[in-house]
C-alpha cells in the first residue's frame, strides 16, 4: 500500500461526458501528480500540483483540467470525453529527497 | 521527443534465466529510478540512484546509474514468475522536480 489513494476504481462513461478523478496524496507530500497510461503504453505525464499551485504541465488536453485543494487532494477534471481518452489514469505523490514517486492504483477510464 | 529509451521492449524467458534491461538518454539525470508494475496497478518503486558509477543490490536484482549519468541498466539474476511485469526507468533532470518515465520493458518470465 503506497499511501496514495484514488478514486473511483473503474469508471464507464459515455463520448461527450464530463468525469471526475480524485487523489488524495500520501500523509505529508505535498507534490501530486497525473499521468495517463493507454493500453500496453508507458506514462504519459499530464501535470504536477505543489501545494496547491500548478507546477509543471506534460501532454495534457484542453478538455482535461486538475487542481489541489487546501487539504492537498486533487482532482483531474476530463470533459468532452473521446473513445480514445479510455486509459488508467494514475496519481502519485512525492516528498522524498530525490523526487521518488509513489502510486496511486489508478482509475481505468472506459469511454463507449 | 522521448528522452529515455528502454531496450528491450520485450523479454520473454524462462525461469531460472538471467536478464539486462537497458536504459538510455542524451540527458544528464541528478537521479533515477525503477519502478515495476503489474497488471491493472500502480508503478511500484524498486530503487533510487544517485551516483555515477553506483551500482545498488536488492536480493537477485541489481541497478548500475552509468559514469555519466545518461544511462542505467537492471540485472535479473535466476528470474522467478514474480518478476513478471512492465520495468519503468525514470529520472530526475537537475533543477526540476518532474521525473521523466522511459518507455518501458515488458518482462514475462515462465515457469
Known amino acids: 500500500d503506497s499511501g496514495v489513494t484514488q478514486t473511483p476504481k473503474h469508471l464507464i462513461t459515455a463520448t461527450g461526458q464530463r468525469v471526475t478523478l480524485r487523489c488524495s496524496p500520501r500523509s505529508g507530500d505535498l507534490s501530486v501528480y497525473w499521468y495517463q497510461q493507454s493500453l500496453d503504453q508507458g506514462l504519459q505525464f499530464l501535470i504536477q500540483y505543489y501545494n496547491g499551485e500548478e507546477r509543471a504541465k506534460g501532454n495534457i488536453l484542453e478538455r482535461f483540467s486538475a487542481q489541489q485543494f487546501p487539504d492537498l487532494h486533487s482532482e483531474l477534471n476530463l470533459s468532452s470525453l473521446e473513445l480514445g481518452d479510455s486509459a488508467l489514469y494514475f496519481c502519485?505523490?512525492?516528498?522524498?529527497?530525490?523526487?521518488?514517486?509513489?502510486f496511486g492504483p489508478g482509475t481505468r477510464l472506459t469511454v463507449l | 521527443t522521448q528522452l529515455l529509451e528502454q531496450s528491450p521492449q520485450f523479454l520473454s524467458i524462462q525461469e531460472g534465466e538471467n536478464l539486462t534491461v537497458y536504459c538510455n538518454s542524451s540527458?544528464?539525470?541528478?537521479?533515477l529510478q525503477w519502478y515495476r508494475q503489474e497488471p491493472g496497478e500502480g508503478p511500484v518503486l524498486l530503487v533510487t540512484?544517485?551516483?555515477?558509477?553506483e551500482v545498488k543490490k536488492l536480493k537477485r536484482l541489481t541497478f548500475q546509474f552509468g559514469d555519466a549519468r545518461k544511462d542505467s541498466s537492471l540485472h535479473i539474476t535466476a528470474a522467478q514468475t514474480g518478476d513478471t511485469g512492465l520495468y519503468l526507468c525514470?529520472?530526475?533532470?537537475?533543477?526540476?522536480?518532474?521525473?521523466?518515465f522511459g518507455t518501458g520493458t515488458r518482462l514475462q518470465v515462465f515457469p
Open positions: 525514470a529520472g530526475s533532470l537537475y533543477n526540476t522536480d518532474k521525473l521523466i
Open positions: 502519485a505523490s512525492s516528498g522524498g529527497a530525490y523526487n521518488e514517486q509513489f
Open positions: 540512484v544517485v551516483t555515477g558509477g
Open positions: 540527458s544528464v539525470f541528478s537521479s
